[in-house]
């Protein structure tokens, strides 16, 4: 499951999607708002992504994901919009038969994604924004 939305993220929700009666770990990040960044503090997040092509590169990254790691269900969602502090922003979750291969998976998942996926991030202050690159 791959999702794009502007609704809040039910983390419980992915987390039921990616049980698998052969799993013996599942791994899940959650991204979420924080308050601050480089000692400012931030108001809220503004995320907008092109969504018909950053399910196709998520889909990508999954399908290299399932070629290194022996994947059971995997779900990821992504906010657009507005995310105030403290919520969930992205969620991920991997379920394999052991627990090393969920963590890294899970890993690699976020880690290209924020790399590729054409999803873009707005750090809103008190006194002005700034568009955010993925890796600075």
Not at 36 to 43: C, R
Request: glycine letters at 6%; charged letters at 30%.
């Amino acid at each position: 499951m791959i999702e794009i939305t502007k609704d809040r993220i039910d983390v419980a929700r992915i987390i039921a999607a990616v049980s698998d009666s052969g799993a013996g770990g599942i791994d899940v990040f959650i991204g979420t708002t924080r308050n601050k960044t480089q000692g400012k503090a931030v108001v809220k997040l503004d995320f907008e992504a092109y969504e018909p092509m950053a399910i196709k590169e998520l889909q990508k990254i999954v399908d290299r994901a399932k070629s290194q790691w022996p994947i059971l269900k995997y779900a990821i969602s992504h906010r657009t919009g507005v995310v105030e502090i403290g919520e969930e922003a992205v969620v991920i979750a991997v379920s394999t038969a052991h627990r090393q291969a969920a963590f890294e998976s899970c890993k690699f998942i976020i880690d290209e994604l924020k790399k590729t996926v054409p999803i873009w991030k707005k750090e809103i202050f008190e006194d002005g924004d700034v568009w955010v690159a993925a890796h600075p």
